[in-house]
């Protein structure tokens, strides 16, 4: 039999309900895994190994008596963004590290119903700002195609972990590619919903308008399983849709052919690395060959998606973020003078530099005289991205181009330069402003580093972009591939 660890989620689960192992068997040996390997990453923050345990015995004897959930018994490991019941749930700052969480977000609840089991929670950058989880408080994430560069961002614990094999699949969220990224910097699949199609209830806040849950793992067929449990509508969740939820599974091998698909032409320019283009071409051409046709189109607006974020994101954390005031929960200075002391200190100690930068930009850009010619301007421009994405649709049924602009970097690389840093998220952002589903999909190396493809559908089309990768992923392995230091 294949090394557990080295099977997709599908097979875990076919494996499971064919008697081949027991849940108690698998999760042990991805503890087993993370015990031994984590020191290199640092990708999981906590490990619930007793509880995990405890989840997989009773997962067993939920299958022994003939009613087992559709991910009975599958180990997952959990971005530390959500809410779990008694459980640190840090997101990745200071300010959280001794929160223990009083309740699961929709997102646990789902995967609970199912029967999974979760082996702990992953590393981050703080409250999810960053592209290359070097700002959380818990120090940077490797990555494990090579140990001296990033993983990517925000969701790098999670990434770093599955691309291991430390966990079989993982959760991320993505407000302005940190699904995406960091699974096209770690060579796994990852896939972010459209806005409203998972609850952001008991998911931490950042930019409320742009957050969104969804899975990461090998495959595509796997993060069919995974939405599944993550979908859906739930009135705690005012943005999320009453939408009807798709069968994510069924229809993942359906011929493409006569698929339209758009190559925006502002996405092949200077900024991109030769390499990482070449590397996208060949899945291209491997698209047509499946009967798919390629069409140039253009999406005029796209130079404008990095300011216009880098407003709206900054003004909704610097709102969202108010409620971290060192009173009701969260960091408390030692000992202050007075009140307005113990807010300054509280916040000043338990928040990072670049949760602070975000904090004062958004605050900047919300405080009066200045809401017309930044927040207000930032949404307009919004507004003729979404369009922009409208007038492709038109033309064709998914757009795609590369994840990102170069494979991974170097630690430390980009810290001291945020703007350089926040060019890596360039071809993801404007999906998020436009609330569109997108995914990025392994298509091969340069260096021995991955490169993702993205691809970009309507709205509620997971369902189709899950088919589309699949039918790459049935001809190509670069989505089985595990780094050779944790093969
Ligand atoms: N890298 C982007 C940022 O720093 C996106 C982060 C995310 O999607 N959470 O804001």
Redesign the pocket.
């Known amino acids: 039999m294949t090394a557990m660890h080295r099977m997709t989620l599908a097979e875990l689960v076919g494996g499971l309900s064919a008697g081949d192992f027991s849940s108690s068997e698998l999760t042990r040996h991805f503890l087993d895994r993370i015990a031994a390997h984590d020191a290199q990453l640092n990708s999981f923050i906590t490990v619930t190994e007793e509880a995990a345990m405890a989840a997989a015995r009773k997962a067993d004897e939920a299958r022994a008596a003939g009613n087992a959930g559709p991910l009975a018994g599958i180990p997952l490991a959990q971005k530390d963004i959500f809410n779990t019941k008694g459980v640190r749930t840090s997101c990745g700052s200071r300010m959280l590290d001794n929160y223990i969480a009083p309740y699961d977000a929709r997102v646990i609840e789902g995967f609970n119903d199912a029967g999974a089991v979760m082996l702990g929670k992953t590393n981050m950058?703080e409250f999810?700002?960053?592209?290359s989880n070097e700002t959380s408080w818990y120090g940077a994430v490797k990555n494990p195609w090579d140990t001296e560069r990033v993983p990517g961002?925000?969701?790098g614990g999670s990434a770093a972990a599955v691309a291991a094999r430390l966990a079989p699949a993982a959760t991320g969220?993505?407000?302005?590619?940190?699904?995406r990224?960091p699974a096209a910097l770690c060579g796994i699949t990852g896939l972010k919903p459209t806005y409203g199609r998972v609850s952001r209830w008991g998911m931490i806040a950042?930019?409320s308008s742009?957050?969104q849950a969804g899975p990461m793992a090998p495959s595509a067929e796997d993060c069919a399983l995974l939405l599944q449990a993550m979908a859906g509508f739930d009135e705690r969740d005012s943005t999320c849709m009453n939408e009807p939820v798709d069968d994510y599974s069924a229809g993942l091998t359906q011929p493409i052919d006569g698929l339209k698909i758009g190559l925006p032409k502002e996405y092949f320019t200077e900024g991109l690395d030769s390499a990482v283009e070449a590397r996208v071409r060949e899945a291209l051409k491997h698209y047509e060959s499946l009967g798919a046709e390629l069409v140039e189109i253009t999406l005029p607006n796209s130079h404008l998606s990095a300011p216009a974020?880098?407003v709206v994101?900054p003004a909704e954390c610097s709102s969202n973020l108010s409620r971290f005031d060192g009173v009701r929960f969260g960091h408390r200075c030692d000992n202050p003078k007075d009140l307005e002391d113990m807010y300054c200190r509280s916040r000043g100690e338990g928040f990072g530099d670049?949760v602070k930068r975000?904090i004062l930009v958004g605050a900047y850009a919300l405080s009066a005289g200045y809401y017309d010619a930044y927040y207000l301007k930032a949404q307009q421009i919004r507004r003729l991205i979404s369009n922009d994405f409208a007038e492709a649709f038109k033309q064709v049924d998914v757009i795609m181009g590369p994840t990102t602009p170069t494979p991974a970097f170097r630690l430390g690389e980009k810290a001291d330069d945020p703007i350089s840093?926040?060019l890596?998220?360039i071809y993801?952002?404007a999906v998020?402003l436009a609330g569109l589903p997108g995914m990025s999909v392994p298509v091969g190396t340069v260096d021995d580093l991955p490169v993702g493809l993205h691809i970009v559908g309507n709205y509620w089309s997971e369902a189709r972009l899950l088919n589309i990768a699949h039918r790459l992923q049935m001809d190509t392995d670069w989505h089985k591939q595990i780094p050779e230091a944790f093969a």
């Open positions: 950058d999810a700002m960053g592209s961002g925000s969701s969220t993505d407000t302005g590619g940190s699904i990224q950042f930019a742009l957050d974020y880098y994101a670049e975000r840093m926040y890596s998220d993801t952002i998020n």
